[in-house]
């Protein structure tokens, strides 16, 4: 895709000046989910997996030691890698791991993509740099990613931004929060399938307003102009994703509210269109992240409670049409499965 190439060079010089001067689903027939397993109830050990749609031939893709988290997988275009985040939980008192990998989809080739000099890590409670929810590009050639960096000033880091690299880790660029102190924690980027913009999830600190306000925005690689999408009162996000038409954003509200109901939705970018795609009530029910199959017609999605476990220790993944009708698990487990992703079918 040469004109992804061209508005990426965009973002590395024309944005990147104006820095100075102050991860979705692509088209293709539908192959595996990948999603995040925890081992343990209390979340401090989970790894990577995939399955077929039909709940059939499950595998554990990534093996991280026991305290690490391997979380956030997005599945490259050609359905060949996976992208994820490895965080560390109870590792010991010198482990401060929050970085980027990629793994090929059969579990070989772990590569560490951020934080290599460091081993140990630099995600320290009150300083350093933690890196996080990685998308790919429509080309496989670029990731998304958020990166929290710099000291906790007044109770927030100092800056939490959406950031483009190379899928090798090279050529790191901020594409939001330009200034500082920043006014919003940005995480959970995916790219629009057409190149054009990233969306992400913003919750507002520090002077912006409403105060711990939470949507989905997007910024435009071509001019950084950046955009809120969804309502506040909606409290959006959570790992959104881009159909592969790029006509819609998938979602859910309730953000970081365990104890009431959360629901998906669906809304063009430029905020209109909202739909409400399911209705739990009575504040059980809730679903999590979620993403578009590559022919568009199926959505893949995290639901609590589980079928097969603890109502609050436990979730399921998914799998209905995008009208929202047809739900049917794919994982039947006492674990906790979700944020699945719904990657392409590599066969030629």
Same mark, same amino acid.
């Given at each position: 895709?040469?004109?992804?190439?061209?508005?990426?060079?965009?973002?590395?010089?024309?944005?990147?000046?104006?820095?100075?001067?102050?991860?979705?689903?692509?088209?293709?027939?539908?192959?595996?989910?990948?999603?995040?397993?925890?081992?343990n109830v209390d979340k401090?050990?989970?790894?990577?997996?995939?399955?077929?749609?039909?709940?059939?031939?499950?595998?554990?893709?990534?093996? *991280?030691?026991? !305290?690490?988290?391997?979380?956030? @997988?997005?599945? #490259? $275009? &050609? %359905?060949?890698? /996976? =992208? +994820?985040?490895?965080?560390?939980?109870?590792?010991?008192?010198?482990?401060?791991?929050?970085?980027?990998?990629?793994?090929?989809?059969?579990?070989?080739?772990?590569?560490?993509?951020?934080?290599?000099?460091?081993?140990?890590?630099?995600?320290? *409670?009150?300083? !350093?740099?933690?890196?996080?929810? @990685?998308?790919? #590009? $429509? &080309? %496989?050639?670029? /990731? =998304? +990613?958020?990166?929290?960096?710099?000291?906790?000033?007044?109770?927030?880091?100092?800056?939490?931004?959406?950031?483009?690299?190379?899928?090798?880790?090279?050529?790191?660029?901020?594409?939001?929060?330009?200034?500082?102190?920043?006014?919003?924690?940005?995480?959970?980027?995916?790219?629009?399938?057409?190149?054009?913009?990233?969306?992400?999830?913003?919750?507002? =600190?520090?002077?912006?307003?409403?105060?711990?306000?939470?949507?989905?925005?997007?910024?435009?690689?071509?001019?950084?102009?950046?955009?809120?999408?969804?309502?506040?009162?909606?409290?959006?996000?959570?790992?959104?994703?881009?159909?592969?038409?790029?006509?819609?954003?998938?979602?859910?509200?309730?953000?970081?509210?365990?104890?009431?109901?959360?629901?998906?939705?669906?809304?063009?970018?430029?905020?209109?269109?909202?739909?409400?795609?399911?209705?739990?009530?009575?504040?059980?029910?809730?679903y999590l992240g979620s993403?578009?199959?590559?022919?568009?017609?199926?959505?893949t999605f995290a639901r609590?409670?589980?079928?097969?476990?603890?109502?609050?220790?436990?979730?399921?993944?998914?799998?209905?049409?995008?009208?929202?009708?047809?739900?049917?698990?794919?994982?039947?487990?006492?674990?906790?499965?979700?944020?699945?992703?719904?990657?392409?079918?590599?066969?030629?």
């Amino acid at each position: 895709m040469k004109r992804l190439a061209v508005l990426v060079i965009l973002v590395l010089t024309g944005v990147g000046l104006q820095v100075q001067d102050a991860q979705g689903t692509f088209h293709g027939d539908n192959g595996r989910i990948a999603f995040r397993r925890f081992f343990n109830v209390d979340k401090t050990w989970g790894a990577v997996f995939t399955i077929n749609p039909n709940g059939t031939h499950e595998v554990q893709v990534t093996n *991280p030691p026991f !305290g690490y988290v391997d979380r956030n @997988p997005d599945v #490259s $275009p &050609d %359905g060949e890698r /996976i =992208v +994820f985040e490895r965080e560390a939980n109870d590792c010991g008192p010198a482990c401060f791991v929050d970085d980027i990998f990629v793994v090929n989809s059969d579990g070989s080739g772990v590569t560490r993509l951020t934080g290599v000099g460091s081993p140990h890590g630099t995600c320290r *409670p009150t300083s !350093g740099t933690c890196n996080g929810s @990685p998308a790919w #590009s $429509p &080309d %496989g050639k670029w /990731i =998304v +990613f958020s990166r929290a960096s710099g000291p906790v000033i007044d109770g927030f880091v100092q800056r939490q931004a959406i950031y483009v690299m190379r899928a090798d880790g090279s050529d790191v660029t901020r594409i939001t929060q330009r200034q500082l102190p920043a006014t919003g924690e940005d995480t959970d980027p995916q790219w629009s399938p057409n190149g054009d913009q990233v969306l992400f999830q913003r919750r507002n =600190v520090r002077t912006a307003e409403p105060i711990d306000g939470v949507a989905i925005w997007t910024v435009d690689l071509r001019t950084g102009h950046e955009r809120r999408v969804t309502p506040y009162p909606l409290r959006a996000g959570d790992t959104p994703d881009w159909s592969p038409d790029g006509r819609y954003i998938l979602f859910h509200d309730n953000v970081d509210r365990s104890d009431v109901t959360a629901n998906l939705y669906t809304i063009r970018a430029d905020g209109s269109h909202l739909k409400q795609l399911t209705f739990a009530s009575g504040g059980v029910i809730q679903y999590l992240g979620s993403s578009y199959s590559p022919d568009g017609k199926l959505i893949t999605f995290a639901r609590r409670p589980a079928t097969g476990g603890d109502a609050a220790n436990a979730a399921d993944v998914f799998i209905m049409r995008v009208n929202g009708t047809g739900e049917r698990p794919v994982t039947r487990t006492v674990a906790y499965d979700s944020y699945p992703d719904w990657g392409s079918s590599d066969d030629d």
